[in-house]
């Protein structure tokens, strides 16, 4: 009989004499305090000056197998602490360089580490297993125990099948109750909002590579971690062939051929919510890039699927064919828009094969006519079709010109699909190419560890405009992700609607999609999202019909040199200015409340600055489209306001 191994960090045989000891980490500045408290288990508390944040949560990891070991209870055999002030370069992120600054702690086990950061805005730990041969993790605990009446921002996993909850696209809207009324048998993905005290703090991890990521259940106030067994048989299926849902799981969740870092668990801390907006822990807690990477060129993309390949006035039929994407081309190379997507459609349908192409297509006369005029082309790839051939479609595509691949319809992130990720990052980077990834879970580090991997989705982007009722409220949730799910990383949300709605006039419209809200708000958005490959969702007809803000939105920068969070509140409004060298863009964001936000742009010091500022029109809240176009001087005061109609949004790009 298979001997099972537990260790809960802890766990197993200390005498009922044994004292609690604990063991505690601060933060360089004081704010963070972290304990960690070692018993016949161990468990972390969080504070933030003297206040408790989360109570003592037990930290835990089950082994099966593996007879070379034995469980002797929680005794910290060593100690080692440590502290980084440094800064780091961040060439593809939202400010070029970022500052660590923590103190750490290392407890060392017999079988394992501890690792425990302390940062001024949270703190982090890692489990880092010591084993010399092959094991299997049977199951981790991770708890986050909140106080009493806690809030919280919850992204339910959106699956109808609810004993099938691991496979999922990571795309929902939040559900925001106290911690108690979670909807019960219900899993949410990461990363979680919750309020407590006078403070938000959010539930997410890093330095996510070969092991399943976190979901989150509720049990009174306490939030569990829940991990996807590892999968035991897969089968070809799901969306035309093109993803391999498991059918059969293991009674294991990760197994190793050598010890390696589990992720890091996640408390990012704010009193203002605003902070949020900048704090890097996600990024700082991810493994460094080990390559060389200056070839990684962020820009925009001019996108066909949103629109439905819905262009006017030219004298073909428009649709997945090479006049079509001539005319994609063209128009990106005209507006310095630096790709075009070919999504879902090149390839033969039901095939999950990336070398059978629609005799529409010719892709190697696309990507020359496209090279000549300056636009790099990106491919859609079905999740299976890219994974069973990867190595050669890199190989083949990166050799024909293609810059990079989109890759979709994952929907999960057990080992297994994780795994993916990585090898797909580390594959496409020996061929130069970047890639993007939909049907995907949240950023967990992967993009600091390869900078070539550009985007995720997973968020409950523009796309769902195309088909949502009109109860759905995508402007509350435009003004929520910046706080929560922008925090881990980047998301192509796809924004750019030419088409734009009020409350009441909006309704789903496949192939003539709109969006909730302003036109200024879909321009502001540009300023307030973080992505560093960044669509233009809508038809290139569309944007001609309106240059003065397709000549705006073409002109920005997707990655900067500074972020600065000027003003927020979790749902209701938000504010950032992003600079990228001498020029800054400032956007602001707010729900269906019609507001004015005072700006305060202090950060930009002295000398003369003028702002060209897009705001909506008197008639906004009738006609979203409407808006004003000025150009005028910064005053001396450095205030400027933001008035903004509901659903509306403001954005200005101010320079010397």
């Not at 428009?318 to 005209?334: C, E, L, M, V």
């Not at 600055?609 to 489209?625: L, R, S």
Request: hydrophobic content about 40%.
């Amino acid at each position: 009989m298979k001997k099972i191994l537990t260790f809960a960090l802890a766990f197993a045989c200390l005498t009922a004499v044994a004292k609690p000891k604990d063991y505690t980490v601060t933060s360089p500045q004081g704010g963070t305090k972290v304990v960690i408290t070692v018993n016949n288990s161990v468990s972390w508390s969080l504070y933030q000056g003297e206040e408790l944040l989360l109570g003592p949560s037990i930290i835990g990891i089950e082994l099966a197998g593996g007879e070379s070991l034995e469980s002797k209870g929680a005794k910290v055999l060593n100690l080692k602490r440590s502290k980084s002030l440094q800064m780091l370069e961040a060439p593809v992120y939202k400010t070029s360089a970022v500052l660590e600054n923590y103190a750490a702690i290392t407890l060392s086990f017999k079988y394992f580490n501890l690792e425990v950061r302390a940062f001024e805005d949270g703190a982090a730990y890692r489990i880092v297993p010591k084993s010399k041969v092959p094991f299997q993790v049977k199951g981790e605990t991770a708890n986050f125990v909140f106080p009493d009446n806690t809030k919280a921002w919850i992204p339910y996993v959106n699956n109808s099948d609810v004993s099938n909850q691991f496979s999922s696209s990571f795309e929902n809207q939040y559900s925001v109750h106290n911690l108690n009324a979670w909807q019960k048998g219900h899993l949410a993905f990461l990363p979680v909002l919750a309020e407590s005290k006078g403070y938000k703090i959010l539930i997410t991890e890093s330095g996510l590579t070969n092991y399943p990521g976190m979901y989150l259940k509720g049990s009174g106030t306490t939030l569990e971690g829940v991990f996807a067994p590892y999968p035991k048989t897969r089968v070809q299926g799901g969306h035309n062939m093109l993803e391999m849902p498991v059918t059969e799981r293991e009674d294991y969740i990760a197994k190793f051929e050598k010890a390696e870092p589990l992720p890091w668990r996640i408390a990012v801390v704010a009193k203002d919510d605003a902070a949020l907006l900048e704090t890097n822990l996600p990024w700082l807690l991810a493994e460094p890039s080990a390559g060389e990477y200056s070839w990684v060129k962020p820009g925009k993309v001019a996108w066909d699927w949103w629109n439905d390949w819905n262009i006017w006035n030219v004298p073909f039929r428009a649709g997945i064919n090479n006049d079509t994407y001539k005319y994609y081309i063209d128009f990106a190379s005209a507006k310095g828009i630096e790709y075009v997507i070919l999504d879902e459609g090149w390839a033969v349908n039901l095939k999950a094969d990336l070398f059978q192409v629609v005799p529409e297509i010719n892709l190697k006369e696309l990507v020359e006519y496209a090279s000549k005029r300056g636009v790099g082309l990106i491919l859609w790839a079905g999740y299976h079709a890219f994974d069973r051939d990867m190595e050669k479609a890199c190989k083949v595509y990166s050799e024909m010109g293609v810059k990079g691949f989109k890759v979709d319809f994952m929907n999960a992130d057990d080992q297994m699909m994780v795994d993916f990720y990585t090898r797909a990052a580390a594959m496409c980077a020996k061929y130069g190419l970047l890639i993007d990834f939909h049907g995907a879970f949240k950023p967990a580090g992967l993009q600091r560890t390869y900078p070539n991997v550009i985007n995720y989705e997973g968020v409950y982007g523009l796309e769902n405009m195309k088909w949502a009722t009109s109860d759905v409220d995508q402007v509350t949730y435009d003004v929520t992700i910046p706080f929560i799910r922008n925090v881990a990383g980047p998301m192509d949300y796809t924004q750019g609607a030419m088409r734009n709605a009020t409350k009441s006039q909006y309704r789903p419209d496949y192939s003539s999609p709109m969006s909730q809200g302003t036109r200024c708000r879909q321009l502001a958005e540009y300023a307030v999202f973080f992505a560093p490959l960044t669509m233009l969702c809508d038809s290139p007809s569309a944007y001609l019909a309106e240059p003065e803000c397709t000549e705006f939105i073409a002109g920005f920068p997707t990655v900067w040199d500074e972020t600065v969070a000027l003003a927020g509140k979790v749902g209701e409004y938000v504010a950032v200015a992003r600079r990228s060298g001498d020029v800054w863009y400032v956007g602001a964001l707010t729900n269906w409340d019609a507001r004015t936000l005072e700006l305060d742009l202090s950060f930009l010091g002295e000398g003369s600055w003028k702002a060209e500022i897009f705001a909506d029109g008197p008639n906004a809240g009738k006609a979203a489209h409407d808006y004003v176009h000025c150009t005028a001087p910064v005053p001396g005061s450095r205030t400027l306001s933001a008035p903004m109609a509901p659903g509306g949004g403001w954005v200005a790009r101010i320079s010397r």
